[in-house]
């Protein structure tokens, strides 16, 4: 009887150590690589001491690291019940950092909590993907059908779209509708009304241009035009440029690049790291670290394949994309293929609350994959 009870007791540990050796370990592996890939640049970045960049980095990636294994433990049906309230909160704080939030260059972006900054539009994505997935994971093809049953998941996505161009951040905006549409169209949406949805696409672009602030504006005529100001608008693209051509096949050497030691490149710790990268360590670096961010989306990928519910096939497919997007703007941006946005190099740039969200959501992530082999009854996903 005794050997019984302790048998009952030692088997949540049990659940926990199964748990544990299912989770993805490689791909863990991917992510602290990229990870020490950016404390690398970022010790380079800061002339070669772990202070003011490396070294907090690196505390932030262990609260994260520690954080992703913890959200990997969470069985999906809780996922889906906390998914309506992450999507609350995202909203909340969204409207606050229109009312209280940090001013930087131009923009209100972050909220002070504690002595420190938190950016509600990071968080916004994910808790954007988890709400959607649980939406999406209670209909059937029948119901993708009917227009009106895809009339709140769009309001879902509208809604932060437009707080967090209210702030303004431009960048942001565009990778949240990216998620939102990519979801829409895994979850089974019809060929004509994916349609309806791309032919009033150009004359909201045409809004939108209207409405934007000056500094944007600025922006997009400087990614057509950077040389007609060098000095000012059209300096970081063209120092950026400058930096990728300069590092050719293999760098200049670690800690050695001049763009960078010199203070020539701009935010070269945040949103042009990869033009540091590329300049120390060349196309062969450059190479690396972009064939790190595709295996980790493709591991994504094949994670949302392998699973058999509908909820853990869609967050699994949602982190995948937002982790695309932020990669595809970001690397975009230095190269001068889209115009600058200030969207920084996910596990890699500088930056405690977009590290802290990235890994949330591989949390999510690896969640699908630890309980990938759940099943769901998701057409009365409320009752579970």
């Not at 520690?66 to 019940?81: F, K, S």
């Amino acid at each position: 009887m005794r050997f019984h009870k302790r048998l009952l007791r030692a088997e949540p540990s049990f659940k926990l150590m199964a748990k544990l050796w299912r989770i993805s370990w490689l791909y863990v592996l991917l992510i602290c690589t990229l990870a020490g890939i950016g404390y690398v640049t970022l010790y380079s970045a800061g002339g070669g001491v772990p202070y003011p960049f490396a070294a907090p980095q690196a505390a932030r990636f262990a609260v994260g690291l520690v954080l992703m294994v913890t959200v990997a433990m969470l069985p999906p049906r809780l996922l889906m019940r906390a998914s309506w309230g992450m999507y609350a909160l995202s909203l909340v704080l969204l409207v606050a950092v229109l009312h209280m939030g940090h001013v930087g260059k131009g923009a209100e972006r972050w909220l002070m909590v504690g002595g420190l900054q938190i950016q509600p539009s990071e968080f916004a994505k994910i808790a954007l993907v988890a709400v959607l997935a649980t939406w999406f994971s209670r209909m059937d093809y029948a119901r993708m059908g009917n227009p009106l049953w895809l009339i709140p998941p769009a309001l879902m996505v509208l809604v932060p779209v437009g707080l967090v161009l209210k702030e303004p951040n431009l960048g942001t905006a565009v990778i949240i509708g990216g998620i939102g549409a990519s979801m829409f169209f895994t979850a089974g949406m019809r060929l004509w009304q994916i349609i309806l949805l791309i032919l009033p696409v150009p004359s909201l672009i045409q809004f939108a241009y209207k409405h934007l602030h000056d500094y944007q504006k600025a922006r997009i005529t400087t990614f057509l035009h950077p040389e007609n100001d060098p000095l000012g608008a059209g300096y970081n693209i063209i120092q950026s440029k400058i930096a990728l051509g300069s590092g050719g096949m293999w760098g200049q050497g670690y800690l050695h690049g001049s763009q960078g030691q010199l203070n020539f490149l701009p935010e070269k710790q945040t949103d042009f790291i990869f033009t540091m990268i590329a300049e120390e360590w060349g196309f062969i670096g450059a190479a690396t670290v972009i064939a790190l961010l595709v295996l980790l989306i493709m591991g994504g990928m094949v994670m949302a394949i392998r699973c058999r519910n509908r909820f853990g096939r869609l967050i699994a497919l949602g982190i995948s994309m937002n982790f695309f997007f932020y990669c595809l703007v970001n690397l975009s941006m230095v190269m001068g293929a889209i115009p600058v946005g200030g969207v920084p190099l996910p596990l890699v740039s500088y930056g405690g609350s977009a590290m802290l969200n990235v890994m949330l959501g591989f949390g999510l992530l690896l969640s699908t994959w630890v309980h990938r082999d759940t099943r769901l009854d998701e057409s009365n996903a409320n009752t579970a």
